[in-house]
């Protein structure tokens, strides 16, 4: 899969975002907004996507509405985009479906099958039709045939055949997607099933054409640095890989954009793992087999709604943003928070703490900043009230947490790290059987990242993984080690 930083369609995303803010910074919005397509693609100029120059506006208007807050299942063709400006103005609620599908980008893949291609040779051996236990291949005119609906996607005779003939034509999103909740509608168009959707953003990441999109809350956080009211910004551990600059420097370039005041969701972490730890404890001391962490919303929302007999083997500690946002509640009590996020899955962790008012993923922060004209680098620096550990603000990274919960105890001895690095159908049906059985066979501190790599693998990521890894990792050794728990 690509990282969302080195695809075309994060560029556009990323594009519409900026002229977004430059509309709203502009002294007439509601106009600014409506030209953006056109803008972006002028009478007369290069149509490199799409078919025509209709088209690309036409899609390049979905993309704004998106970038706006609003669902394009819900669009009537008919309104304009001076409108969905103006209801954005408006707006005081957000929707809580945090996924909405371009229909008009979305290009109808072919249905995912197996599918025998012109290299069949129609040789004598014939070993596709041996290997299919279900009688789905037969021989017309010198060549293999599948039939679809006796095929199962076995995939055996992919593996048979000796000229590799036979091929899996896959659908990205439907492919990407863990628990099946991406499907084509009637009309052979992407949908999302939310009662399934736990919000990883595999499939808004999977998808080459750009056509599932994450509904922005960029004009809500701006309407509210523009007002009067206190809004504190609580950045996620792996925000320090995504930004050129220092850590320092981002947090007082968001203070130009205009947030009063920036917390380290790291400093949340330290709470996570020192709770985890004596949780971790208390566990064995009952004879638990295993407990998987707590920290990803990916994860948690899996749990919910798909794996709920493994809730007894979870650790019911609250998330770092959980801890973070009732620390800035008790600082600033009447100050609107808004949670800087690599992910879809933690915009909808944000839609349910009632202590978060909106979320922000690392693409908009980005937009904010080149839309408002200020850059990183040219900040002085500022310093957080309070450092978080080593560990804690390495929570973004695959085994980052085990780590921290391993450190933190006061037996560690008697930890044994089982790190699931990404959610996919495998590692389900491995948690499944954990809950199933009471059993882990790799360890007994099961650590569940949703996204390969962690945080860092994200869906609004916005650096190459090798250079964010590596400005993580200066960051990281910068702070102190965790005391374990007495």
Known sequence: MNTNSETQAAHLKK???????KAFNSNDFEKN???????????GSEVPFRCCIY?????????????????????????????????????????????????????????SRVFVTD??????????????????????DNRSVIDGSKCKSCKMCISACPYNAIVQIKVPCEDSCPVGAITKNEHGLAEIDFEKCISCGKCVSACPFGAVHE?????????NLKSEKKVIAMIAPSIAGQFPGTMGQLKSAMIKAGFSDVYEVAQG??????????EFAEKLEENAEFMTTSCCAGYNELVKKHIPEILPFKSGTG??????????KQDYPDALTVFVSPCVAKRKEGMYNEKVDFVMNYEELGALLIGSKIEITACDESTFVTESSKQARNFGV??????????????????????????????IRDLKKMAKTGKCDCGNLVEVMCCEGGCMGGNATINSKKTAFKKLAEYTNLGKDIQPNK
């Open 15 to 21: 594009e519409i975002l900026i002229r977004i803010v």
């Open 55 to 111: 088209k690309e506006r036409a899609i390049l208007k979905d993309r704004t509405i998106a970038g706006l807050g609003f669902a394009i299942e819900d669009d009537d063709e008919r309104k304009s985009l001076t409108e969905y400006a103006n209801e954005a103005l408006q707006r005081d609620a957000i929707d809580e479906k945090p996924l909405t599908v371009l229909d008009a980008a979305c290009k109808g893949c072919v249905p």
């Open 269 to 278: 972490a330290d709470i996570t793992t020192q709770n985890e730890a004596n």
């Open 119 to 140: 290299l069949c040779q129609g040789c004598v051996a014939r070993p596709c039709t041996t290997t299919c236990k279900f009688g789905a291949i037969s021989i017309k």
């Open 319 to 328: 998330t770092p943003l959980y801890y973070t946002a009732e620390i800035v």
């Open 33 to 43: 907004t409506r030209l953006i397509p056109f803008d972006m693609r002028p009478k």
């Open 215 to 223: 509904k922005s809350q960029i004009i809500d956080i701006m309407k």
């Open 398 to 427: 695959t085994g980052g947490v085990a780590a921290a919960v391993t450190a933190a105890s006061n037996s560690p001895e008697k930890i044994k790290q089982c790190l699931i690095n990404g959610l996919n159908k495998q590692t």
